[in-house]
């Protein structure tokens, strides 16, 4: 029972059959490998999209939850209604105006009202905001009407 003993210059990778072939990897072996990682990118990307259209659709119905709710709070604290969305800003209730994270900026389409929203109210103005992206989102509505 003889062991064979490995020099430190053997290049055989610790596989008894002797010296391997060669020093590096051969076309097919590269050709397979990159075909492998192209199917895995393949599968990945499209996941990752979704995953950021959902993200973006839940930053927008949080925007539009926050600036709705300050609408309402805006008009019942001056008795008047918002007449544009730097009114919200310069009054202190929003430090800046947020994006659309639809269209990447602040272009909002706003809504003015017909009727006041409060009994006390004195002047009207924005009753409602809305998405000025006419894209469609993943629950098949356009985001224009969220």
């Known amino acids: 029972m003889g062991t064979k003993r490995w020099s430190k210059g053997d290049r055989s990778g610790g596989h008894p059959g002797g010296k391997l072939g060669g020093d590096g990897f051969t076309l097919i072996e590269l050709m397979i490998v990159l075909t492998m990682v192209a199917i895995l990118v393949s599968i990945a990307l499209p ?13 927008l119905k949080s ?6 709710t300050l609408i309402d709070h ?6 008047k209604a918002p007449q544009t969305l730097d009114d919200l800003v310069s009054a202190g209730y929003l ?13 909002w ?14 002047e009207l103005g924005i009753y409602d905001i809305r998405s000025s992206s006419e894209a469609i989102s993943s629950e098949g509505t356009p985001y224009s009407e969220w």
Do not use: G
Request: glycine residues 0%; proline residues 6%; hydrophobic residues 40%.
């Open 74 to 79: 805006y008009t019942a604290d001056k008795r």
């Open 109 to 122: 389409q706003i809504v003015m009202e017909e009727a006041s929203m409060f009994p006390d109210q004195l």
């Open 47 to 59: 996941i990752a999209d979704s995953a950021i259209l959902r993200a973006r659709e839940a930053v």
């Open 63 to 68: 925007n539009l939850h926050t600036l709705r």
């Open 95 to 107: 430090r800046a105006l947020p994006k659309d994270p639809i269209t990447n900026d602040t272009d």
